[in-house]
Structures are given as C-alpha cells and as structure tokens.
C-alpha cells in the first residue's frame, strides 16, 4: 500500500503562483509514475500533469502548459506541481495520484492511477 499526503494549496489572486507539495509513503518503490489532478464541484476530475518516476519525462494537460511544472524528489519521496501565473479557472480541489503499470510511462487518465490522496484545495480569485 501507498499512502499520498498533498499540502500546499490556499487562496491567492490571479496571476500569483503556488508550490504544491506531496509526500509518499508506503510500498513506493512499486510506483512507475505520479500525477496531479483537479476537481470543481459538479465536474468531473481531469489530469493536470504526469511524470515517469524513472527519468522524469512529463506530460501536460493543454490548458496549464507553460504555466505548471510537475517535478519529484525521489529521494525524499516528494512530488510538487509549481504552479504559475494562476487563472480563477485553475481553481480546484488538487489531488496527488500515483500509479504501478509497468507499460505506462505517462498517464493524465485517472484509471491508470491506483492511489490517491485526499486533496488540497486552491482558490484563485480576480
């Protein structure tokens, strides 16, 4: 089992930044890939980025490329999403979500994702 632990989230206006952080613990050497996805109420949830825990190859959403950066901290089982030029439409509740499928590089699918943690929230206003 993998346990997922998300901080960083919190209320700034638009065009600030935010640093996203999440911690792993657990069975993580199982993981192949780890990925941030949002959810606003009433919608469903979408993939923000990807990243392959073996070379750090990452994958965007289109709507947050060139403002967001996924990276990880392997040694201190860490990911975080840098989070730029923030939109009021980037607000959401941020999930951290980690994955095993050793044919999978790069996912932004949810079902490709086999542990998830409870989220933070971040709100962007005008």
């Known amino acids: 089992q993998v346990q997922l632990e998300e901080s960083g989230g919190g209320s700034v206006q638009a065009e600030e930044s935010l640093r996203l952080s999440c911690v792993s613990s657990g069975s993580t050497g199982s993981l192949v890939y780890m990925g941030w996805f949002r959810q606003v109420p009433g919608k469903g949830r979408e993939g923000v980025a990807s990243i392959y825990r073996g070379d750090g190859n990452t994958l965007y959403a289109i709507s947050v490329k060139g403002r967001f950066t996924i990276s990880q901290d392997n040694a201190k089982k860490t990911l975080f999403l840098q989070m730029n030029s923030l939109k009021p439409e980037d607000t959401a509740m941020y999930y951290c979500?980690?994955?095993?499928?050793?044919?999978?590089?790069?996912?932004?699918?949810?079902?490709?994702?086999?542990?998830w943690g409870r989220g933070t929230q971040v709100t962007v206003s005008t």
């Open positions: 979500a980690a994955g095993t499928v050793s044919d999978v590089v790069n996912s932004l699918a949810l079902s490709d994702y086999n542990y």
